[in-house]
């Protein structure tokens, strides 16, 4: 479970980033299963940029217990720590894998995951993300930005900018006077925890190392969609415990 100060920093920043939430040898096992996951790379969709670079994301709706992508959604090291910071029983709404290769894995824009879910029938913003870095993220390969404190402007009006959705670029750069710019540099095993409505961002992949990273994104039970069809509907999350999350991730199963 979270400290209190992390609840509160929570609260304050919209986010709270948590080293070594998961040790290296059950990264070692998710960089495996990962990279030779087969679906995993069928899957994958391609978004561009605003100046054209590009990069890719599996996003999944449901859970699979044979998957080590299922272990992390219902870790307790994520849930618990998430349900906390947002004060309410959650479920998982939705992950998805980043993909973010060398030289070309392109920018995302400036956008609130908020600004997409709203859409999707969710009435309020009483939603969240963890973001596990599954290589290392730094400056180079494109780590994720984040305005401090932002989350608290309320939601922006979000529109195309080239094949992703962004904020609306005058509020950002009003935002941008008064919220700190935050580059969360992570080593693989550390989750940054978000709420919907923090403003973040990536720059290109510039480096020769990759940047991949699993997000698992969950909703509050009181907020179910009014819309059904785009992500999952509120149903109980079965909650595993470190024993059985490190069992499965250490595990040499690859899917196929």
Not at 20 to 31: I, K, T
């Amino acid at each position: 479970m979270p400290t209190t100060d992390q609840v509160q920093d929570f609260h304050r920043d919209g986010y709270v980033l948590i080293p070594n939430v998961f040790d290296a040898d059950e990264m070692a096992g998710l960089l495996r299963y990962s990279k030779g996951d087969r679906k995993l790379d069928a899957e994958a969709i391609t978004r561009k940029d605003a100046t054209g670079g590009e990069s890719r994301l599996a996003l999944r709706n449901h859970l699979d217990d044979d998957s080590m992508y299922t272990a992390i959604v219902r870790s307790r090291r994520i849930v618990d720590p998430m349900e906390a910071f947002l004060g309410s029983e959650i479920y998982h709404y939705h992950h998805k894998m980043m993909l973010k290769e060398p030289r070309v894995g392109g920018a995302w824009e400036w956008h609130q995951d908020y600004g997409y879910w709203y859409d999707f029938g969710c009435l309020y913003p009483d939603m969240g993300s963890a973001l596990l870095a599954v290589d290392r993220a730094n400056r180079e390969n494109g780590c994720l930005q984040v305005l401090k404190g932002s989350h608290k402007i309320g939601r922006v009006d979000h529109g195309k900018s080239g094949q992703q959705a962004g904020a609306d670029m005058v509020r950002v750069e009003q935002a941008m006077k008064h919220h700190e710019l935050v580059y969360c540099e992570m080593q693989p095993g550390d989750v940054l925890f978000f709420h919907a409505n923090l403003l973040h961002r990536s720059d290109k992949n510039e480096s020769e190392h990759p940047r991949w990273s699993l997000i698992c994104c969950y909703n509050t039970r009181h907020n179910d969609p009014f819309i059904t069809g785009k992500h999952a509907s509120y149903e109980p999350l079965q909650r595993w415990d470190d024993a059985r999350v490190g069992k499965r991730l250490t595990s040499e199963s690859v899917s196929s």
